[in-house]
């Protein structure tokens, strides 16, 4: 069952990716100025004013908190300064953990790898120059069985091959290209990693939902080679609506003689990986504890399924071969097993038909509407042409008649002073 839900994970519904409407001319560029409305259109928000009048005042304190724990690439490409600089910034926790950091063992990085496994919120498909998540070996195996009956394209869990939530990002520029497109960048990608935090736990529980309200899940570092800027990211839930925003919780100039840009960077990380990580993850196990174990739903098919088989026996047939001595010998549990699966995939696809059914209805009566408010609309854009058309013609009449009017009362007039 694993193995074809991980299959079927690997299918993408077909769409034109971002990069194609901008050839199109539908979209402007990716993470240039103008795409900031193409974000905000999917809930996205950059404005750093409303992430601070957003964001929950425990985690503006738990940000100070991290920094109090606190030019050899001028002019060299992206590549170079990921190269020389980001390890300086952002310390690999993989090699930390081989250093003797054992309460790391779990976090994974993955380097320059595109996230095509999840729905993006408005923009090309992310690739960070430096995500950091958690790696399988972190779950249990009812966990992951949970994790796995959870996932869905529009549902993500697993970013890339070995990343689940990610919860620190990184984006290197050059000086050519700029700091603000990395703001971007990490504003679209850590917004799809809130998301994912969200949507696992209303999954879950919703109670668990309203708590998450403004408070910052994922950290983002966005550095060229003078600056590094830090962000918190949250998101902002209303019933079904979700809004996404950033904290600016600071920023460094990289003074390489005295290093306090680089070294206070470096420190915020570290403490984001000893304080934010185990909370991260245990907010993760706590919402998968608050789901139904999938594998028991399996076995409890199974069961009715024989149950079933046994029934449907012939009665004189049992009867038969009690009286000779000896039992039919029962279903092979292997044809059992598939008999289960059969059955899951029946149900599913009589799921997804069900929805592909309401979605088309719903599309259907979208646009019987949307027909019907036009109707309404050019009749009413009719009438209003008609009312006002009989309008000026009565307009007319009456200033034809007082016309008359006027011509009679001169008549008289002329008539009078001939008399005289």
Known sequence: MSQEQSSSSKKRPSSSSYTQSYKDGEVPKAHSAASEKVLAGHGVHIDELQGLSYVQEESKSYCKRLLQMWQRVQNRNEARICRDLTPLLVPSP??????GQQE?????????TEWV???TLGGPRPKPDLAIGIAASAFSEEELAKLRNHTAFERATLFTDNLYFPFLLCEAKSADVGISVADRQNMHSSSMAVNA???LCRAA?????TDLSGRILVFSVSHDNERVKLYGHFAMIDGEITTFYRHPI???VLNFEESQGRKRTHDFVREVYHASYPAHLKRIRDALAAMDDPRNVAMTSGTSIEEDESQEQDPSARSSQENAGFKKPGTPASKKQKGALALLREQMAEQQRQSREQMAEQQRQSREQMAEQQRQSREQMAEQQRQSKE??????????RQEEQYKEQIELLKQLLDQR
Do not use: G, T, W
């Open 94 to 99: 993989e090699l930390l953990s081989i250093c």
């Open 104 to 112: 790391l063992e779990h976090i994974v990085e993955d380097i320059d």
């Open 117 to 119: 496994r999840c729905k």
């Open 197 to 199: 935090i969200v949507q």
């Open 205 to 209: 529980d919703e109670a668990q939902v």
């Open 250 to 252: 600071a920023s460094f």
């Open 391 to 400: 309008q000026m013609a009565l307009l007319e009449r009456q200033m034809a």
